[in-house]
C-alpha cells in the first residue's frame, strides 16, 4: 500500500513527533511505500494566494477557484502545490498527524489544505463525496490533544469528539471521496507516566501494522 503522512508540529521531540517516527517505521516495517510531508520541516507557506499558481487567468481579480479550474487545464499549480496533489493522487492511505488546536486543524495544515485541495484537481462539478476524485482511498486523522478524554464525551465540558472533527471527516476527507477510519486519538499525553505513552506508541505501531484490514467508519450527521 502506498501511505502519505500529512504531520506538522512546531516541536519535533513532541509526542506528535513520536507518532509520526512511529508511523513511518511501522508502516515501513509492515512492507508499506511511505511518503511524507513534515510541513514544519518544510516551513510550508499557510498563505492562499496567487503564489498557488505559474499562471494568471484574470489578473485584476483574484478568485481562487476560478484559478484553480484554469491551472488544472494549463499544468499551472505552483511546484510546492503539484507535488502536493500528486501525493495524495499517489497513495491508497492518508494520515494527518496533528495536535488538535482551537477544536480543529493547526493553521499551517489548514492552510495546506486550503492551498493543496484545489477545484478541477481534487473536487468540482458532480465529483463530491462518492462521486469523489478520490474514490477508493482511505484517510485518517491521528491527534493529540491537551483536554482528557472524559471532557470530550457527550455531556463532557468540551463535547463530543466525533462532532468536533466532523467539519474535517465529512468537510473535507469524505467530500474530496476518502474514506474514512477510525481516528487515532490520543489525550492529553502530557499529563501522562512515559510507560503509558511508550505503551501508546507500541498500540499505535501495532494498530498501522494491520491497517490495510481496516472497514471505514461512519461520519454521523451531529
Ligand atoms: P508534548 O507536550 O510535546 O508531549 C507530551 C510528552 O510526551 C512530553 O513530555 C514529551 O517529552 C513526551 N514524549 C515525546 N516523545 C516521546 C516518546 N517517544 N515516548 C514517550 N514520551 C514522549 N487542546 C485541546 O484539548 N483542545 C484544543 O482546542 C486545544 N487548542 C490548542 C491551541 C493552541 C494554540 C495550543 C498551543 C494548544 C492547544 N491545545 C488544545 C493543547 C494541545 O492540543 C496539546 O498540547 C497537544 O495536543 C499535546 O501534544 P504534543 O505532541 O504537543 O505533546
Known amino acids: ?75 499551472g499549480f505552483a511546484p510546492e502545490i503539484e507535488a502536493e496533489i500528486q501525493k495524495i493522487e499517489w497513495c491508497n492511505l492518508m494520515i494527518w498527524q496533528f495536535p488538535l488546536w482551537w477544536f480543529g486543524l493547526p493553521g499551517v495544515m489548514k492552510g495546506w489544505v486550503d492551498r493543496v485541495f484545489a477545484m478541477s484537481r481534487t473536487y468540482g462539478g458532480s465529483r463530491i463525496y462518492e462521486k469523489g476524485f478520490f474514490r477508493g482511498k482511505r484517510a485518517m486523522l491521528s491527534l493529540t490533544t491537551g483536554g482528557p478524554e472524559q471532557s470530550y464525551q457527550k455531556g463532557g465540558f468540551n463535547g463530543d469528539m466525533n462532532g468536533i472533527l466532523r467539519p474535517i471527516h465529512r468537510g473535507i476527507l469524505q467530500f474530496v471521496g476518502f474514506d474514512v477510519l477510525a481516528p487515532q486519538i490520543y489525550y492529553s499525553p502530557a499529563r501522562q507516566t512515559d510507560e503509558t505513552r511508550k505503551a501508546w506508541l507500541d498500540a499505535y505501531a501495532a494498530r498501522l501494522k494491520r491497517i490495510e484490514a481496516e472497514s471505514p467508519i461512519e461520519v454521523g450527521e451531529y
Do not use: I
Not at 500500500?1 to 508511523?23: C, I, Q, R
Not at 492562499?48 to 494568471?56: A, I, L, P, Q, Y
Open 1 to 75: 500500500m502506498n501511505v502519505f503522512l500529512v504531520y506538522w508540529h512546531n516541536e519535533p521531540k513532541s509526542f506528535n513527533g513520536a507518532m509520526f517516527d512511529t508511523a513511518q517505521t511501522a508502516l515501513k516495517s509492515a512492507g508499506h511505500e511511505v511518503r511524507v510531508s513534515d510541513l514544519c520541516a518544510m516551513r510550508f507557506d499557510a498563505t492562499s494566494d496567487r503564489s498557488n499558481f505559474v499562471t494568471v487567468k484574470d489578473a485584476s481579480f483574484l478568485k481562487q477557484q476560478q484559478e484553480e479550474m484554469y491551472a488544472a487545464e494549463h499544468n
